[in-house]
């Protein structure tokens, strides 16, 4: 495993289309998500890596990024594209990191939902200029 800190290595894998690694979460390390009309928990680093992994299975652009300190972790706003089915989709998050040494020990993250290209412009057209 690399020094590098765990949120980087969160961050650089969500963008190679790889799948996450549970090395990057400690072994006791829970997830907490909140998705359209639903919200979940999991718990251990390969939980996490698995279902993380379903999120992040292709090659993703991350095209806006806000990394705010915050006490015990990091607070990571991110705009994501990346090409599904040959459509255009997006994503806005919100991972509130818990870091213990080179791990994540806590992501609570908010998800608006995986967005295509008809539905992006869409919102678009709707918003409020």
Partial sequence: ??????????LTQ?????????????TDARLDATVPHWRFECEGAEAIAAELS??????????????RPIPGGEAVELDLSWIEDGVPHAAHQVHLFA???DRISRDTVFCGGRWPAALLAEMEAARVH
């Avoid at 969500?14 to 400690?26: K, L, M, Q, R, V």
């Fill in 1 to 10: 495993m690399t020094t590098h800190h765990p949120v980087d290595r969160f």
């Fill in 99 to 101: 870091v213990d040494g």
């Fill in 54 to 67: 379903g999120w992040y299975n292709a090659v993703i652009a991350i095209d806006g990024v806000v990394r």
């Fill in 14 to 26: 969500i963008t190679d289309g790889a799948g996450i690694s549970p090395d990057t979460w400690a």
